[in-house]
């Protein structure tokens, strides 16, 4: 079965560091990825994507994702991080051509000033 | 375009009483979720819509949850019974195609008491 992990529940931060956050999956298949954000009280916000093509995939907010087929990782990057990404973050896997997408349990991320 | 438009934002309601959750689409998005999000068990995808057509609503949790697309600008979530244990915040998501990911709402946070 598909399944989708996130090992870090919690990641604090200074502000302008970098950050990584992991997530995990297990697929038979190349499925599609997502990387979502929510800030509190607001549904989630689509960062970025993946399901074919180049394994880095950019997108908004700064924010990049690698996929690595050997690894099942789809991690999570920014090069500088700002006080207003402070935030959970999920990732979210599902099989292409079907909306079954199951999503990790969330990331929070802490920024310190 | 506004986005998807959810209401109400906040629902308080006593046990067995009916409650009837709202949603508005992004118009020409072709795909609606309903999502509940809840600490325990995270994201849990409850059904979806293609073009108006319930597709798959394998995560109703109970005879208790219906949900109907009357057109393309509009779907509810009616939870009749409610019970204390459906408490959670409801989201709906809109999507225009396989592999575009999603637009969410700001999402309903149910209250039974």
């Known amino acids: 079965a598909q399944s989708v992990t996130q090992p870090d529940i919690h990641i604090t931060v200074s502000e302008g560091a970098s950050l990584e956050l992991r997530c995990n999956y297990s697929?038979?298949?190349?499925?599609?990825l997502f990387w979502y954000v929510q800030s509190p009280g607001q549904g989630l916000q689509l960062l970025l994507k993946y399901f074919s093509g180049d394994t880095l995939v950019q997108g908004i907010k700064g924010f990049e994702a690698e996929f690595k087929r050997s690894q099942s990782s789809f991690n999570l990057r920014k090069p500088s991080v700002h006080w207003s990404d402070a935030a959970e973050y999920f990732c979210?896997?599902?099989?292409?051509?079907?909306?079954?997408?199951?999503f990790g349990t969330g990331t929070r991320l802490k920024v310190l000033a | 375009d506004a986005g998807v438009i959810q209401s109400p934002r906040h629902e308080v309601t006593e046990m067995g009483q009916e409650v009837t959750l709202r949603c508005k689409p992004i118009s020409g998005h072709d795909y609606l979720f309903w999502y509940r999000q809840t600490m325990m068990r995270g994201l849990e995808l409850l059904i979806y819509?293609?073009?108006?057509?319930?597709?798959?609503d394998s995560g109703m949790p109970e005879d208790r949850f219906s949900a109907k697309m009357p057109n393309a600008s509009f779907s509810t979530l009616k939870i009749q019974p409610s019970e204390p244990r459906d408490s959670a915040v409801y989201f709906c998501a809109s999507s225009p195609g396989t592999g575009d990911g999603y637009t969410f709402g700001s999402g309903t946070r149910l209250t039974v008491v």
């Open positions: 819509f293609n073009n108006n057509v319930p597709i798959d």
């Open positions: 979210a896997v599902g099989p292409s051509g079907t909306y079954k997408y199951i």
């Open positions: 697929y038979g298949a190349t499925p599609y």
